[in-house]
């Protein structure tokens, strides 16, 4: 697909599998421009394999090395009209780009957003269900096809990951909040949506996504994190998207 990066942010890549399953995920990208974010060490890990000119990196100098930190990062260096985020230990199907390429060229210059149908696989059951087929049926939302902001509020099987942005809009609206934990992309898909941008999911299996491996990034923040606190970033959500900044809110017992 002409004119999109893939953003790829990285953690620990020297360690357990996680090489194996990066060289997995830069091989679903299909030949298109990929930036790797992470820190000295993991690009140094990225660049012994020798992946390409089409792979570039960005080094994350900072002492924070979250997702929402390396997304932001990477889109200060990139230009391209689109990009999409693709998680290392996740897979784009084969007929991902070429269906948004289809999608783009056929559809008004509105929409600023494309997702995927994604498949989600268990690392120890296989195939469990599959991510944002809600707004296929009919009285999920006004629109058939299109999330809105009602029907965000009592949904949160979606996934953002592989879907594809337009990237001046996306930096207009503020990026990532990188304060917020776990619930960073739900909030901003809520931010999106308030400010009336259109978020579309193509009907269309696009990318496989993978839970319960014990070093993923998401395992590891909610095994350190209560029940609770998750709500709370869930709830602080729905609260937050309507201030385009970052207010840097800290979790708060109650």
Do not use: C
Not at 61 to 72: G, L
Not at 123 to 151: H, K, L, M, R, T
Not at 164 to 182: A, D, N
């Amino acid at each position: 697909m002409k004119n999109i990066t893939i953003i790829i942010p990285v953690f620990n890549l020297g360690e357990g599998e996680r090489k194996n399953l990066f060289a997995k995920a830069i091989e679903s990208t299909q030949g298109n421009n990929v930036v790797v974010v992470g820190s000295t060490e993991d690009i140094e890990v990225v660049n012994e394999l020798n992946l390409g000119k089409n792979v570039k990196t960005v080094v994350n100098t900072t002492n924070n090395r979250d997702y929402q930190k390396q997304v932001n990062l990477a889109l200060e260096e990139i230009k391209t009209e689109f990009f999409s985020v693709l998680e290392y230990d996740d897979v784009y199907t084969p007929i991902w780009f070429k269906n948004v390429e289809k999608y783009i060229s056929s559809e008004s210059d509105n929409i600023f957003a494309y997702l995927p149908l994604t498949e989600i696989v268990d690392v120890n059951f296989g195939p469990v269900g599959y991510a944002n087929e809600a707004v296929w049926a009919s009285s999920f939302s006004e629109e058939i096809g299109y999330y809105d902001s009602q029907s965000l509020e009592d949904y949160l099987n979606f996934n953002v990951s592989g879907g594809v942005f337009r990237r001046e809009e996306f930096l207009q609206l503020g990026g990532l909040k990188e304060s917020m934990k776990i619930s960073f992309w739900y909030e901003f898909l809520l931010r999106a949506l308030y400010k009336g941008k259109k978020i579309y999911v193509i009907p269309k299996v696009g990318y496989i996504h993978t839970v319960g491996r014990e070093e993923s990034l998401t395992k590891m923040t909610m095994n350190n994190m209560e029940e609770k606190e998750a709500n709370w970033w869930i709830d602080l959500a729905k609260k937050e998207y309507f201030f385009p900044h970052d207010r840097n809110k800290t979790y708060q017992e109650e």
